[in-house]
């Protein structure tokens, strides 16, 4: 059984930093694109970030784009996201998903696999 689980959710002041963490279980990342969602209230699912199997390419939202940085260490099968100058926009449930493809995907029907999520919260 696959398992994906989000750790580091907090509520956070505007211009602080996070880090989410995702390990996986029962599934070996290596060959998985691997990927960061949002879901803000009433919001629909969207993408922040996608790093490929091997970690050498990323793709982010234009609206994290060098504030958030993806990554992901394959021993560990675990998937990171720094969060820098935290904004009240990215406030949402944040879900770390993994793709059956090896290269980053920003479609969540190209996701298998998800996680349950872990909310972040930034004040003004």
């Known amino acids: 059984q696959v398992q994906l689980v989000e750790f580091g959710g907090a509520s956070k002041p505007a211009g602080d930093s996070l880090r989410l963490s995702c390990t996986v279980s029962g599934l070996s990342i290596r060959v998985n694109a691997m990927a960061w969602f949002r879901q803000a209230p009433g919001k629909e699912r969207e993408f922040a970030a996608t790093?490929?199997?091997?970690?050498?390419?990323?793709v982010y939202r234009d609206s994290v784009k060098d504030r958030f940085t993806i990554s992901r260490d394959n021993d560990k099968n675990t998937l990171y996201l720094q969060m820098n100058h935290l904004k009240p926009e990215d406030t949402a449930v944040y879900y770390c998903?993994?793709?059956?493809?090896?290269?980053?995907?920003?479609?969540?029907?190209?996701?298998?696999?998800w996680g349950q999520g872990t909310q972040v919260t930034v004040s003004s």
């Open positions: 790093i490929n199997s091997i970690g050498s390419h990323a």
């Open positions: 998903a993994a793709s059956v493809w090896e290269n980053t995907q920003t479609l969540p029907a190209n996701y298998r696999y």
